[in-house]
């Protein structure tokens, strides 16, 4: 059949427009950019995130999410309360001490609800029981939070801050306890450190401290803004977090491969172990709210002298509804 010029005009122009139509319904809705400073570089600790993102939890939600990874862990809390992101990431532990420095944040979400922090010696040098640093070295990183975690610890066993010498070893926490510069380490974590320390066959002696009068509390937590908790869009990535969190039970091999496949340089023993270790200690809930658990935190930092005032729950964290 032979097409004049008007007809392959008409025919031109109607492939355009159902081109055009074509495009249309398969547009994307536009998504709300909701923006999370990871509390350091990223790691599997982060696993339930980048969960979420693989499977598309985010994307459902109308959420584009970037994980962001901070120049330095002090940061996180700060750029969020100078309204620089939609969340953070940051720890029980110090989540009292930022708001006794009047920082405007509040816990809005959890991602690791057990304590993964320990107090951790080698084996064969002679710690056996907590009792047995007596006159030893023990380093630490962070002043004040560990330091009133060790005393806790020793008070327990009868012992004090006085029976052992305080070392600050700038976070070289296992380099300082391989090369004996102490007799034990606290701020190891049982998921990473002291699977590196296994797998270099050191045969860590680890005490937990909770196992030792320290109230547990949960590691790794979401913080927002207090001006960011009417944000329509935190209930949606904390729900997005729920489905990431939930598909990763079940699902801990294939997500490790697209981890490593997007993440290379963690592809290596020991990142590998820990992200196996991990899953039983990530928040299935994460919107849920232990308030005993803050409440009895709160009480524990005041009584050990690191805040000043015990405020009500709500001015350090909320539950959403999600």
């Known amino acids: 059949m032979k097409l004049d010029r008007r007809s392959l005009l008409a025919a031109a122009s109607g492939a355009a427009s159902a081109a055009a139509l074509g495009g249309r319904a398969l547009a994307q809705p536009a998504r709300t950019k909701f923006t999370v400073i990871l509390d350091w570089f990223v790691n599997p600790d982060h696993a339930p995130l980048f969960t979420a993102k693989y499977i598309g939890a985010f994307d459902r939600a109308g959420l584009d999410v970037a994980l962001i990874a901070p120049t330095d862990p002090d940061l996180p809390p700060r750029l969020l309360a100078a309204g620089k992101a939609d969340a953070a990431l940051s720890y029980q532990t110090q989540l009292y001490l930022l708001v006794d420095q009047g920082l405007p944040v509040r816990r809005t979400g959890t991602l690791i609800d057990k304590p993964l922090n320990t107090l951790t010696a080698l084996g064969g040098s002679g710690v056996k029981k907590l009792t047995d640093l007596k006159g030893r070295k023990v380093g630490y990183s962070v002043a004040g939070v560990e330091e009133a975690l060790i005393g806790t610890m020793l008070k327990s066993v009868r012992m004090s801050l006085a029976d052992v010498t305080l070392v600050n070893?700038?976070?070289?926490?296992?380099?300082?306890?391989?090369?004996?510069?102490?007799?034990a380490v606290i701020g190891t974590y049982r998921t990473y450190e002291d699977i590196q320390l296994a797998q270099a066959g050191l045969k860590p002696v680890v005490f937990l401290p909770e196992d030792y009068g320290v109230p547990p509390?949960?590691?790794?937590?979401?913080?927002?803004?207090?001006?960011?908790?009417?944000?329509?869009?935190?209930?949606?990535?904390?729900?997005?977090?729920k489905e990431g969190a939930d598909y990763l039970v079940g699902n801990v091999q294939p997500m490790l491969a697209r981890f490593l496949k997007e993440n290379p340089t963690l592809n290596d023993k020991l990142d590998i172990a820990s992200w196996d270790a991990l899953p039983g200690y990530f928040a299935l809930d994460?919107?849920?709210l232990d308030v005993a658990r803050y409440t009895k935190y709160r009480d524990f930092m005041l009584k050990a002298g690191l805040i000043k005032t015990a405020l009500p729950l709500d001015q350090y964290a909320v539950e959403l509804t999600v």
């Open 217 to 241: 509390s949960d590691e790794l937590i979401l913080l927002s803004s207090e001006a960011g908790l009417n944000n329509p869009a935190l209930p949606k990535f904390l729900g997005a977090l």
């Open 169 to 183: 070893v700038n976070f070289n926490l296992v380099t300082s306890l391989m090369g004996h510069e102490v007799d």
């Open 286 to 288: 994460p919107a849920r």
